[in-house]
T-cell receptor, first 110, second 116 residues
Framework: KQEVTQIPAALSVPEGENLVLNCSFTDSAIYNLQWFRQDPGKGLTSLLLIQSSQREQTSGRLNASLDKSSGRSTLYIAASQPGDSATYLCAVTGRRALTFGSGTRLQVQP | DGGITQSPKYLFRKEGQNVTLSCEQNLNHDAMYWYRQDPGQGLRLIYYSQIVNDFQKGDIAEGYSVSREKKESFPLTVTSAQKNPTAFYLC???????????????FGQGTRLTVV
């Protein structure tokens, strides 16, 4: 059974810092990996999708990498802003559905 | 606008009642999913459907039921058999899971269910 782990569970940084969120998964038989953002009481917003054949994807200040063989992904956020404060979830897509980690709760201090 | 619509946003249920949560998508996606989220936790899969008139149990299907009579709609019923139904429910859709590409998932804004 696929298991997804996210470290750290919570992170507080001052504005302007670059930061890295980590995601690991136990079964490398995946179609893709997605990073999502969730604001309190809201649904999930897709940030980046990495296909299993890809190594990384970039969107603005966000860069996500995927090492399928080692079961790891990282989300790099450059020059963090208070508006980046949210919970970040990673999910892997297998043959059944998406399996989620528990998320990293990020607080960016102004 | 294309997307996924969940209704209602808030729902209150008395103990012993069944309630149905609505999920509609106009993205022409084949696959649809229901997840449950409890405070401080990740999402857990309740049911999923890869095609009309077919659906499969997820990890926590007990006390829930679904139907998939139309491609656009995947309603979730929380039955009285669900012992702890208070949670945030999220619906999602994606292209056919059997495709190797373009399986990005999109989520609705969620329904918060409270048992009173």
């Amino acid at each position: 059974k696929q298991e997804v782990t996210q470290i750290p569970a919570a992170l507080s940084v001052p504005e302007g810092e670059n930061l890295v969120l980590n995601c690991s998964f136990t079964d490398s038989a995946i179609y893709n990996l997605q990073w999502f953002r969730q604001d309190p009481g809201k649904g999930l917003t897709s940030l980046l999708l990495i296909q299993s054949s890809q190594r990384e994807q970039t969107s603005g200040r966000l860069n996500a990498s995927l090492d399928k063989s080692s079961g790891r992904s990282t989300l790099y956020i450059a020059a963090s802003q208070p508006g980046d404060s949210a919970t970040y979830l990673c999910a892997v897509t297998g043959r059944r559905a998406l399996t989620f980690g528990s998320g990293t709760r990020l607080q960016v201090q102004p | 606008d294309g997307g996924i619509t969940q209704s209602p946003k808030y729902l209150f249920r008395k103990e012993g009642q069944n309630v149905t949560l609505s999920c509609e998508q106009n993205l022409n996606h084949d696959a649809m999913y229901w997840y449950r989220q409890d405070p401080g936790q990740g999402l857990r899969l309740i049911y999923y459907s890869q095609i009309v008139n077919d659906f499969q149990k997820g990890d926590i299907a007990e006390g829930y039921s679904v139907s998939r009579e139309k491609k656009e709609s995947f309603p979730l019923t929380v039955t009285s058999a669900q012992k702890n139904p208070t949670a945030f429910y999220l619906c999602a859709s994606s292209a056919d899971l059997t495709r190797l590409m373009n399986t990005e998932a999109f989520f609705g804004q969620g329904t918060r269910l409270t048992v009173v």
